[in-house]
């Protein structure tokens, strides 16, 4: 009996050193290991907010400022798109966009799996929905050849409610807004993702004619939640109120509705789904600065499982993944805020089609 015993201990000696091998090579071949089991490598948030915010101050001009015309705006919300070799949903999304006459597009953040022809296909599904966007929004000019009017030798669209020409599609300001997500960061994928969208951590206005005298805004912020975390830098900025409106306040300028962006989850939809990762304290502070920001709807993905609550006043949306591969089926994975000409809000789920081809 005490050789067996001793036996059995050198066999679980052997199988803990053989576990603790493969957590060494795992855990330093990555940047962390997640608690949902998704390896997460590449840039960490610290750096990410850092650089985003850096670009953010360098170009706050660049950044859309929106105006709401007649008696509402809408906007459109998707996610976890996982974007491989077919775009289909994407596409549709854009077009429901551009069908609805939604001011925006928000996403919350999987947009692509990681890989260089995923983000191709990803800039070229975008491309193609700035032409159709410039086609619907826009005043087409060609110039043609004056020796063969049949020749075009090139096309500018001009906006005339800003007075501004583009000469070329990629200059159009899509209203296209996502936050970055856990699978958009794998395998360094933070250069990918920046290189088409910029800033994981930023804001705009949406400018809103109340009847009053008074400037009116509706503010969205987006974050930066990633690796499940917001990180020091993040807290720290948004506790210096870089999101917060107290300047324009002075001014006489008034926020009507906040609606925040984020993709990984606060609240768990499910027993048997993944609850958030946020440490419990960085759960607390953003509970709580949602509610000091007055936020009127916080969306959230990275679950693929709808969810919905209120706390605090606040309500939290938590939408299901639109990929077709995750939702392969037809199915309500979009959802569109409608902003009345008074504040007030209202939200339906809208329909997706597409099916993936065999």
Not at 100 to 127: F, M, P, R, S, V
Not at 237 to 245: A, P, T, Y
Not at 268 to 295: I, V, Y
């Amino acid at each position: 009996m005490y050789t067996l015993i001793n036996n059995i201990k050198k066999v679980l000696g052997l199988l803990a050193t053989a576990v603790c091998f493969i957590m060494t090579v795992v855990l330093t071949s990555c940047e962390k290991v997640s608690p949902t089991g998704v390896l997460i490598a590449g840039t960490g948030v610290e750096d990410r907010v850092l650089m985003s915010n850096q670009y953010f101050k360098n170009y706050m001009g660049d950044m859309e400022i929106f105006a709401a015309e007649g008696d509402e705006y809408t906007f459109l919300v998707g996610a976890d798109s996982h974007v491989t070799t077919d775009c289909g949903r994407m596409e549709e999304m854009f077009q429901i966009g551009l069908d609805g006459n939604d001011l925006l597009y928000a996403h919350l953040g999987d947009i692509a799996d990681t890989k260089a022809e995923y983000y191709i296909n990803l800039d070229q599904c975008i491309h193609s929905a700035k032409l159709n966007y410039a086609e619907k929004k826009y005043e087409k000019i060609e110039i043609r050849d004056p020796n063969d009017s049949t020749e075009v030798l090139e096309v500018m669209y001009v906006d005339t409610l800003r007075d501004l020409v583009y000469s070329e599609v990629d200059d159009i300001k899509f209203p296209f807004f996502p936050v970055v997500g856990n699978h958009d960061i794998t395998h360094n994928g933070w250069a990918l993702w920046s290189n088409l969208f910029h800033s994981s951590f930023y804001d705009f206005y949406v400018v809103c004619d109340d009847g009053s005298a008074d400037l009116i805004l509706d503010h969205f912020i987006f974050l930066d939640t990633a690796n499940g975390t917001l990180g020091k830098e993040q807290v720290r900025l948004i506790e210096e109120g870089v999101m917060d409106d107290r300047a324009m306040e002075e001014y006489g300028i008034r926020t009507r509705n906040t609606f925040v962006f984020s993709h990984t989850n606060i609240f768990r939809p499910q027993s048997f789904q993944f609850s958030s990762t946020f440490a419990r304290e960085e759960t607390f502070f953003l509970l709580n600065q949602l509610k000091e920001w007055n936020a009127t709807i916080v969306f959230c993905g990275h679950v693929h499982k709808w969810e919905e609550d209120t706390v605090g006043g606040v309500l939290y949306l938590t939408l299901d993944s639109m990929s077709e591969r995750n939702s392969p089926e037809e199915g309500d994975y979009l959802v569109r805020v409608h902003v009345k000409k008074d504040g007030t809000c209202s939200w339906e789920k809208v329909h997706m089609s597409y099916v993936a081809k065999e």
